[in-house]
């Protein structure tokens, strides 16, 4: 079964394998395999900036897109966030 995230214009899919990002207003979505997805969170002030796509290698992160978060927003992204990670580990392991 699939998991979502909401926020604002951003629609986040996660279902099995495979990571998607949906944008209002756009026909086109972005899809990630959850082995080739990578996350880069950075705290500035009271938010969250949250840049999710393409991992390359362990320190850059490719295409996308950058999302800002409060706290509470945050949180529940962390939760839907270890879906994605619990898929990639199952996907390491294979």
Request: without cysteine; glycine residues 8%; negative net charge.
């Amino acid at each position: 079964m699939a998991a979502e995230f909401e926020l604002g214009d951003y629609i986040l899919v996660q279902d099995g394998k495979t990571f998607e990002i949906f944008r209002r207003m756009s026909s086109e979505s972005i899809r990630y395999h959850v082995a080739f997805l990578g996350v880069d969170v950075k705290p500035r002030g009271d938010e969250f900036r949250v840049r999710l796509g393409a991992r390359n290698g362990d320190d850059q992160i490719l295409g996308g897109v950058r999302l800002s978060m409060d706290p509470e927003q945050f949180a529940r992204f962390r939760e839907f966030m270890a879906l994605a990670i619990a898929a990639r580990d199952r996907t390491d392991a294979a």
